[in-house]
């Protein structure tokens, strides 16, 4: 499933957030320690501040044109095998992503980390990165919005993020058994009375 292909990308880019945010304090970067990202309907306690959270919209499906079949051998050493061939079937998907950064006391830092995020992924950097997990990422803002949340005890959640889509194939393999020409004995011919 996609899903651990997004987590590891999250667990990548909470590693750039953490040397950014030490360059943010004036903190060595050698010293800095990792943000965590979580996906918002599976954050059970609250992370240490600042932290990512990604709400993993909707999968949608492109159109059947989209799709592509990838045949190749089936090896049994270094022989093919003659009795069935691997069929991949490829169709093109993409999810809808809203990434968040949260602080308890600077919406500007929150701001500052999305921000940052948001270019790391639309970078050549950033996208070879997602590349290696089969994943090409397309922002939908242009811009990180304010996403802070206030509590009834006035308390603040800062909150800075921004949408994207996340394209990739969903594959599905299946091996094919090959036709196999008719036997010479089962072949019967039959006259034709003219």
Known sequence: MITKQITDIFTHLGSELGKEFARIKGTPVENAVNLAIDRVDQVAERPTYPYG?????????????????????IFSGDEIDSEKFK????????????????HEKSLATAIALADFAMEYLDSEEGMAFCETKGITPTLISDAVEDRTVVFDNARYDYKAGFDLYFSFYKTKESEIPLMQPPNSESIQIQDEET
């Not at 959270?53 to 051998?73: A, C």
């Open 53 to 73: 959270t990604y709400r993993l919209g909707s999968i949608k499906r492109m159109p059947t044109k989209s799709s592509f079949l990838v045949d190749e051998d």
């Open 87 to 102: 069929r991949t079937e490829k169709k093109r998907a993409s999810a809808l992503i809203s990434f968040s950064i949260l």
